[in-house]
């Protein structure tokens, strides 16, 4: 079975380190569900890339094609790692809408890998007391090791601790994601929306 993993990844730069952090979790959690003879398809969600679309949902109520495919990507996917930069002592302003925007249920179940970055080690506890509370209200199935990684955590000595972390919480993820059915794909075209359906959604 070939699954799903959607990466979603909030940094604002380019490159980010949230960015990296991200593609460092998404291939520890590929390997591992290949261990367990389990093949991975990868799908990359850029907020940077959408922080537009993000601010005309919000004012308008209909997502951007751009971001309903990514809301989409992320619904419809068998696991979820989500990295966001930490900006005064919480996650970013796109991480949050992006999630403000996903349909009610939608990360009902789902195994979700949490990464964050930030150019302290100050900022570690983020992670626990702010994105951890989020995913859990939105009563997703978040994997144990949450990783984050401070700017001194690329390269160098500390690297190997970092790619240490990464590889226990790769391996989380894909124990949670194995073995498990597949997510019912919804058909967009299934059930049509009335109009004025479409005009009292808030």
Not at 10 to 18: F, K, Y
Request: hydrophobic fraction near 50%; aromatic fraction near 6%.
């Amino acid at each position: 079975m070939t699954r799903r993993v959607a990466v979603l990844t909030a940094g604002l730069g380019r490159p980010s380190t949230s960015r990296l952090l991200a593609d460092r979790l998404a291939t520890a959690t590929v390997d591992s569900l290949r261990t367990r003879g389990e093949q991975a398809e990868v799908t990359v969600v850029e907020l940077r890339e959408l922080a537009h679309d993000l601010t005309d949902h919000l004012l308008t109520g209909f997502a951007p094609p751009a971001l309903a495919e990514a809301l989409a990507t992320v619904a419809d996917a068998d696991a979820v790692v989500a990295v966001t930069p930490i900006f005064s002592a919480s996650y970013s302003g796109p991480f949050k809408t992006f999630f403000d925007l996903l349909e009610d249920g939608a990360l009902e179940g789902k195994p979700v890998l949490l990464g964050a970055t930030a150019g302290t080690a100050r900022h570690s506890l983020a992670l626990e007391f702010a994105v951890r509370p989020l995913l859990a209200y939105l009563r997703a199935t978040v994997a144990p090791t949450a990783v984050f990684a401070a700017g001194e955590d690329f390269g160098g000595t500390a690297d190997g601790a970092l790619s240490e972390r990464v590889a226990r919480a790769g391996e989380e993820l894909a124990a949670l994601v194995a073995g498990r059915p597949a997510p019912a794909r919804a058909d967009a075209l299934a059930v049509p929306v009335d109009f004025e359906s479409l005009l009292n959604r808030t």
